[in-house]
Structure formats: structure tokens, C-alpha cells
Nanobody
Framework: EVQLVESGGGLVQPGGSLRLSCAASGFTLRTTGLTWLRQAPGKGFEWVSNINSDGTTDYSDSVQGRFTVSRDNAKNTLYLQMNRLKAEDTGMYYC?????RGQGTRVTVSS
């Protein structure tokens, strides 16, 4: 069974950093592309970043230069390093592979 479990969210001040994790099971993470999505309160899902099977990465304009997606193949875990966080980064963050999405982890950026 394919499962994705996110963690690492929390409350952080503007300008701060967080690292989100997405532990994958039921498949080998390095052989597939994965996506980070987020959902701000009362809004729809927003694409944040991809890491493709070949290791190449893509970012939305809103996070380019501040967020970095990576993976640890040995741990079968995906990461999202988020720096210089802004209030508008607040929301639930999800990792997704195909039609499978985790339960999300909450990020709140506030002073």
C-alpha cells in the first residue's frame, strides 16, 4: 500500500525556516516524481514544488529561491526546506504521488 506521511510543520515567525518531511512507504521514492502542494485557510490547493525521478526540481514563482525540495533515497523520505518564510506561506502542506496524498502538516507563519 502506498502511503505518504508528512511532518515538520509548526509555528514560525516571518523570516524563519522550517523543514518538512514526507516519509514514503509502499514504493521506492527515487523511481518516481513527487509533488508538494499547500492549501491556505479557505483557499484551494496550490502547487509548490516537484522533484522528478531524474532528480530535477521545479518551483512555483511564489517560493522560488526560498524553498528547496530534496530526497533521501536511503530513508525513502522527501523534504521541503523552507527559508525566509512569509505570512502567505501559512497553510497545510501535503506531499503527493499520483493520486495519493498524505494527511498534511500545518505551517503557520506569524509574529
Amino acid at each position: 500500500e502506498v502511503q505518504l506521511v508528512e511532518s515538520g510543520g509548526g509555528l514560525v515567525q516571518p523570516g524563519g525556516s522550517l523543514r518538512l518531511s514526507c516519509a514514503a512507504s509502499g514504493f521506492t521514492l527515487r523511481t518516481t516524481g513527487l509533488t508538494w502542494l499547500r492549501q491556505a485557510p479557505g483557499k484551494g490547493f496550490e502547487w509548490v514544488s516537484n522533484i522528478n525521478s531524474d532528480g530535477t526540481t521545479d518551483y512555483s514563482d511564489s517560493v522560488q529561491g526560498r524553498f528547496t525540495v530534496s530526497r533521501d533515497n536511503a530513508k525513502n523520505t522527501l523534504y521541503l526546506q523552507m527559508n525566509r518564510l512569509k505570512a502567505e506561506d501559512t497553510g497545510m502542506y501535503y506531499c503527493q504521488r499520483g493520486s495519493t496524498r498524505g494527511q498534511g502538516t500545518r505551517v503557520t507563519v506569524s509574529s
